[in-house]
T-cell receptor
Framework: DTAVSQTPKYLVTQMGNDKSIKCEQN?????MYWYKQDSKKFLKIMFS???????INETVPNRFSPKSPDKAHLNLHINSLELGDSAVYFC??????????FGAGTRLSVL | GDSVTQMEGPVTLSEEAFLTINCTYT??????LFWYVQYPGEGLQLLLK?????DKGSNKGFEATYRKETTSFHLEKGSVQVSDSAVYFC??????????FGAGTTVTVRA
């Protein structure tokens, strides 16, 4: 009964490939997020959707494209993967200011 | 813009020691303040929050007081356990959607 679930948990791929990470929340929240956490644990917001509308779009290479088919899902597609894309990607959802619920993360390794 | 500065780690303590992690912020207006915790291999989860000056947030033996005069929100726990080993993030929110996180402080508690 996971509130925010991401798949896959681990993703190992070659440079230049295209991959997607999926996120689903069953909390009924209106807002969802993608974060990138680097090896030093620094957390960076990438995107946010509110009711399927893009509301936060930070400085991120346009190889990264989010898609929200409905307010319970937010997927992240990455084209032409690079070594520097290796990180842990977290999905989160929120209904109240500042209170976010995070998924367990997807560890992406680009070889 | 909004920003959060928290003390650098890593911090290593013995069980039952006192823990304090300093956090200061810069924000326009009156932000809400949060501490999130990330246990090994997991996503972040909300530890405690405070929404206005002089509010004290508390949870699981942790406390933090919103100090407007010093723009601080330091996290404290009187007696840590091995299970408190985690990365702790201070964060603030000035609007409905975005959380600004500090860099995270890794805490290791030894038995």
């Amino acid at each position: 009964d996971t509130a925010v679930s991401q798949t896959p948990k681990y993703l190992v791929t070659q440079m230049g490939n295209d991959k997607s990470i999926k996120c689903e929340q069953n909390l009924g929240h209106d807002t969802m997020y993608w974060y990138k956490q680097d090896s030093k644990k620094f957390l960076k917001i990438m995107f946010s959707y509110n009711n399927k509308e893009l509301i936060i779009n930070e400085t991120v290479p346009n190889r990264f494209s989010p898609k929200s088919p409905d307010k319970a899902h937010l997927n992240l597609h990455i084209n032409s993967l690079e070594l520097g894309d290796s990180a842990v990607y977290f999905c989160a959802s929120s209904q109240r200011v500042g209170i976010q619920y995070f998924g367990a993360g997807t560890r992406l390794s680009v070889l | 813009g909004d920003s959060v500065t928290q003390m650098e780690g890593p911090v290593t303590l013995s069980e039952e020691a006192f823990l304090t992690i300093n956090c200061t912020y810069t924000a326009t207006g009156y932000p809400s303040l949060f501490w999130y915790v990330q246990y090994p291999g997991e996503g972040l989860q909300l530890l405690l929050k405070a929404t206005k000056a002089d509010d004290k947030g508390s949870n699981k033996g942790f406390e933090a007081t919103y100090r407007k005069e010093t723009t601080s929100f330091h996290l404290e726990k009187g007696s840590v356990q091995v299970s408190d080993s985690a990365v702790y993030f201070c964060a603030l929110s000035s609007n409905d959607y975005k959380l600004s996180f500090g860099a995270g402080t890794t805490v290791t508690v030894r038995a």
